[in-house]
């Protein structure tokens, strides 16, 4: 298996935890900064990874709001 992405394994790790019920629709998923603290990287690297989630349609962002969990 070919070596992954940070963002790729984040965007993984993030769809894992809304799949098993620790970020439920509707909710509120933690800041870029909170993400970026939580998994040591750049915003950058985030920013990829908040992107994988919102075109799989797991996520919805709301400017000046923040990020949500698709209903």
Not at 22 to 30: C, D, Q, V
Not at 41 to 63: F, N, S
């Amino acid at each position: 298996m070919p070596p992954r992405y940070r963002y790729e394994q984040i965007a993984d790790d993030i769809a894992e935890r809304i799949t098993s019920g620790e970020f439920p629709p509707g909710s509120r998923l933690p800041s870029r900064r909170e993400l970026i603290e939580y998994y040591g990287v750049t915003e950058p690297v985030v920013d990829r990874a908040m992107q994988v989630l919102r075109i799989k349609g797991m996520t919805e962002t709301l400017p000046g709001v923040g990020v949500f969990v698709a209903e």
